[in-house]
């Protein structure tokens, strides 16, 4: 049986004027030698090897086998030549966390500089070091986001989160790259939202690091929800007793919480001016109130790294500034060493 009969073209990336012919699984891609030679150094080596004068040809072209899932292979050039143009809604390459980290991790085997730094970007964009960036972003990180109402019901945003795994997987390639500074944000979703999965983490070091932080995350929830509902003297309330009481069932409320990804979640407690939105406390008890939640949770977050035992914010950024610092240093040595 001819081998070539029993594997498929690609259908997004078989060019009819292709030079050569990459195989990944069964599938087989008709793509450009020169261009891929340009974008990656990996390819231009592999293609500068002298090919054996009996190897097979398809339609004249020399195949390359590799060693990739055809999937990933197909994301990576969706990645490197895109077959659509970017829309309004959607400039980057990759729908999903999976994604993302598919075409960071062989823009990474190939040598594609310019795409890893793209595929993170995104990562750091989607895990900010600030809470502002936090709340902020919601929309990307959870697996659908109901944004608002066009008045045909709520319209629904996909997020990058689309699988169960997806914060792990993110983790497992931050922490195998040294991408340091998203990691309080990674593991926060990764205890938030996938705790089920933490037994998956590659590294062991801080599938404990999750473990560690769980008690101390919901002890920070409580800890909000006690500057919230606590009823402090002489703030100027004309009808404590009034006010005091409706604090105390919101608390009663929190405290019947049983779901436990919220439980965790300090982030994402809603603060009074949500909770109050109804009226029951006066305007006094709702500005203090607000205040008090506000600073528990920046305390929260400037301690977010130390609760997952990375050190300060500065710290991180400190060291992915050292990164760059490195990555950039490289790219000339290898910009230089090619032109010379
Ligand atoms: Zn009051």
């Known amino acids: 049986m001819d081998p070539v009969k029993s594997v498929q073209r690609s259908p997004d990336f078989w060019f009819e004027d292709g030079t050569i012919v990459l195989q990944a699984d069964n599938v087989l891609y008709r793509v450009y030698r020169g ?35 055809a999937e990933e292979l197909a994301l990576f050039l969706k990645a490197l030549l895109p077959s659509n143009p970017p829309t309004a809604f959607n400039t980057s390459p990759v729908c999903n966390l999976s994604e993302l980290v598919s075409v960071l991790r062989l823009s990474e085997k190939y040598d594609v500089p310019a795409l890893c730094a793209f595929m993170e970007s995104i990562l750091v964009a989607l895990y900010p070091t600030t809470l502002e960036g936090w709340d902020a972003g919601p929309a990307l990180r959870y697996p659908l986001f109901s944004l608002f109402s066009d008045g045909h019901g709520p319209l629904i945003v996909p997020g990058y989160a689309e699988g169960e795994e997806d914060h792990v997987k993110v983790l497992d390639v931050a922490v195998a790259r040294g991408l340091r500074s998203i990691l309080p944000a990674v593991l926060y979703c990764v205890v938030v939202y996938e705790h089920t999965f933490i037994s998956q983490i590659q590294d062991k070091e801080y599938l404990q690091r999750c473990i560690t932080a769980l008690p101390e995350l919901a002890f ?54 949500i909770k109050y939105s109804g009226g029951g406390v006066c305007v006094n008890c709702l500005e203090i109130s607000q205040l008090e939640y506000e600073e528990g949770r920046n305390n929260w977050w400037e301690d977010l790294p130390k609760t997952f035992g990375l050190g300060t914010w500065e710290e991180l950024r400190e060291q992915d500034e050292a990164r760059t610092q490195i990555l950039n240093n490289n790219l000339l040595v290898a910009a230089r060493a090619q032109s010379s």
Request: glycine residues 6%; hydrophobic residues 30%.
């Open 35 to 69: 261009f891929l030679a340009s974008r990656s150094a990996v390819f231009r080596d592999m293609f500068s090897t002298p090919q054996p004068a009996d190897e097979p040809l398809i339609e004249g072209c020399p195949v390359v086998q590799l060693h990739d899932t």
């Open 220 to 273: 920070a929830r409580k800890n909000i929800e006690g500057c919230m509902y606590s009823s402090p003297k002489n703030n100027g309330c004309a009808q404590q007793a009034a006010c005091a009481q409706v604090k105390t069932e919101m608390g009663y409320d929190e405290a019947r919480e049983t779901d436990p990804d919220a439980m965790c979640d300090p982030f994402g407690l809603s603060g009074p001016s």
